[in-house]
């Protein structure tokens, strides 16, 4: 029977302490440890200045290890940690460097504990994620469901055979140009039929498998489901559905296929997921040369001019110049600095996690970015661990006994270093604007699986908030505009919290107002089919003004809105003021178009 193996180390020393607690609960009984001042007089031949600079280990041969040299045979006894004793006896030079820096630190032990608690805390215990990961696909159903239902209540206005953009069209278009490479560059559930009850059922099916997955059935199965049923639609819903979210819902999904029960790789996937999302939104507003980000002026337009704001956004706007500017600068901190803690250990890693999730909630609440920040606050779960969670999570939950095949954890290992590399060459692609030409051909065999994406939130801040504003009308003279779910019109309504749901016509509506005239081809189907009344277009607006008759004219006015301050709504009641700022679709125009249509 082999003799157990020892360890002796400096009792007085809590440095020293903490690191056998680690070592005792990941080696269970495999080794014993002991205090040198119990045990140094069984080791006559060395002195106490030996026991007390160096840690002394003893292994089931009887053979001492010390130093550097020691702490790695322990560590050879912990699974999945003796890569350190291989280093140590196989790359030259590793060796003398490794004792260099024990025996630094056994000098400033002091130090090394402080340093030791601001970065892992009292205790030095194995990271766990099942617990995190159960959690996370809990959630990460409910987003999917959220985005699946927000789709499903558009979807015949936006892509159906009588939509914006009909699905059937489109894919006759991909066909002609594409020929047989079709099927790979736009790879979705559609080929097969693309019926406007198939699009009405994939949605629905989504939701159902969201479900399956929120209740952990057929967890692994409902995973792959749902990231073809979304990868579907973002291909289908072409302008609507080219969002970053949507490309960030399906990178999160696809990892999610292989998190498993916390599998330490696709964690830390996940953190460098989050770090591109976070960090290169941050990047893109320096490369983006706007002067309102390097003058920190941006929030004193944002709240005004993004996309769909909430009332909440009316009052951040009153706040003064200097308050915005000091908030401009924490949004480029927050996104430029904060990343990089999220690979560190876990007390700056919880720190970043919080502060990034306040971060989140504050464009929650001003902002209706629909599953978005939702998206984000989950993805912030893998910046923690189990430990973290414990006190509110069920005790029942992540204890499952963790084993993989062998093959299985080599394929996880390749599988993500391939993820890795694409990851970093998209970083390479955003920071360099110009890489080699190789990398756009690596990119280009991952894009249409929309995998890795690249990410940049609000690169330029616009200045005015410029809304079109579609009027119909019976005789041309008397005309009555067509009221959106979410964006601003009548300036007595205050801004709408409409979370999750996303009104995907009121978001490219926001663009087409940007980007100017001419109009896009969608903007014309959409006024021609509000002319005849079609109930699928007119199901993206809130209600119908003409649901008596349909209109004999349509037009769509520009109109330049701000927010009022404090005495302006006082007095009026109002919370916008507007002024019109010319014609985006002339009825005349429209006129000659349905003539033409009609024929």
């Known amino acids: 029977m082999k003799q157990q193996s020892l360890l002796v180390y400096d009792g007085d020393c809590r440095f020293c302490r903490s690191w056998v607690r680690y070592w005792a609960h990941e080696t269970g009984d495999l080794i014993r440890f002991r205090p040198y001042q119990e045990v140094a007089c069984d080791f006559p031949e060395l002195n106490e200045a030996q026991f007390r600079n160096h840690i002394q280990f003893f292994d089931e041969q009887g053979q001492r290890y010390q130093g550097a040299a020691a702490a790695f045979q322990v560590q050879k006894r912990i699974p999945g940690k003796g890569g350190w004793w291989w280093l140590y006896n196989n790359i030259p030079g590793f060796a003398p460097l490794s004792e260099g820096i024990y025996d630094w630190v056994a000098r400033h032990r002091g130090a090394a504990y402080t340093g030791q608690k601001l970065l892992w805390g009292e205790s030095l215990h194995r990271d766990q994620y099942q617990k995190v990961s159960w959690l996370f696909l809990r959630l990460l159903a409910l987003v999917y469901f959220c985005a699946f239902l927000s789709f499903f209540s558009q979807s015949q206005g936006l892509i159906g055979s009588n939509g914006l953009l009909p699905l059937t069209e489109f894919m006759d278009q991909v066909r002609q140009q594409l020929g047989g490479s079709a099927y790979w560059r736009l790879p979705m559930l559609f080929w097969w039929d693309a019926s406007d009850s198939t699009i009405r059922w994939l949605c629905l099916g989504g939701m159902l498998v969201s479900l399956l997955l929120l209740f952990n059935c ?13 990868l579907s639609l973002v291909h289908a819903g072409q302008d609507f559905m080219l969002y970053q979210w949507d490309l960030l819902l399906l990178e999160a999904g696809f990892l999610a296929i292989f998190l498993g029960k916390g599998n330490l790789p696709v964690v830390w996937l996940y953190r460098f997921l989050l770090f591109r999302f976070v960090f290169f939104s941050g990047l893109a507003k320096l ?27 009316w009052y951040a706007h009153q706040l003064p110049d200097w308050c915005l500017q000091a908030m401009t ?27 990034f999730m306040l971060f989140q ?24 661990d189990d430990r973290a969670l414990r006190w509110w999570m069920p005790s029942f939950i992540g204890h499952e006994r963790l084993s993989a095949r062998r093959w299985r954890r080599q394929g996880l290992a390749v599988f993500s270093c391939l993820l890795l ?18 990398v756009y051909s690596l990119q280009d065999l991952a894009a249409p699986w929309r995998v890795v994406n690249a990410y940049g939130l609000f690169a330029v801040v616009t200045r005015q908030r410029i809304e079109i504003i579609i009027e119909g009308s019976h005789d041309g003279r008397e005309w009555r505009p067509y009221p959106l779910p979410a964006k601003p019109g009548d300036p007595a309504s205050p801004p709408d919290w ?8 009121d978001w490219q509506l926001w663009f087409a107002a940007l980007e100017g005239q001419p109009p896009p081809a969608w903007f014309r189907t959409l006024m021609i089919s509000l002319l005849f009344n079609n109930q699928d277009a007119l199901g993206l607006f809130k209600h119908n003004p003409f649901a008596e008759r349909r209109p004999q004219f349509v037009r769509a006015r520009l109109f330049i809105y701000e927010f009022t301050d404090f005495a302006e ?31």
């Open 498 to 505: 409409i979370l999750p749901h996303q009104p995907r016509l």
């Open 421 to 438: 590399i694409l990851g970093l060459l998209q970083c390479w692609s955003s920071i360099s604007r110009q890489p080699p030409t190789w």
């Open 218 to 230: 057929l967890a692994r199965l409902s995973l792959i489901l749902l990231y073809l049923a979304y």
């Open 569 to 599: 709504k006082a007095d009026s009641g109002r919370w916008w003021k507007r002024r019109e700022a010319g014609v985006y679709f002339p009825a005349s125009y429209f006129e000659i178009s349905v003539s033409e249509v009609g024929k």
């Open 329 to 355: 600068l924490m949004v480029l901190s927050l996104e430029l600095l904060l990343p990089w803690l999220f690979f560190l250990p876990r007390k700056p890693r919880k720190a970043a996690a919080v502060l």
């Open 287 to 313: 490369q983006s040369g706007d002067p309102a980000w390097g003058g920190l002026t941006a929030l004193e337009f944002y709240f005004q001019t993004q996309p769909l704001p909430t009332s909440f956004a």
């Open 361 to 384: 909630a504050a464009i929650l609440a001003t902002g209706n970015y629909n599953f978005f920040n939702l998206l984000s606050l989950v993805l912030c779960l893998f910046l923690f």
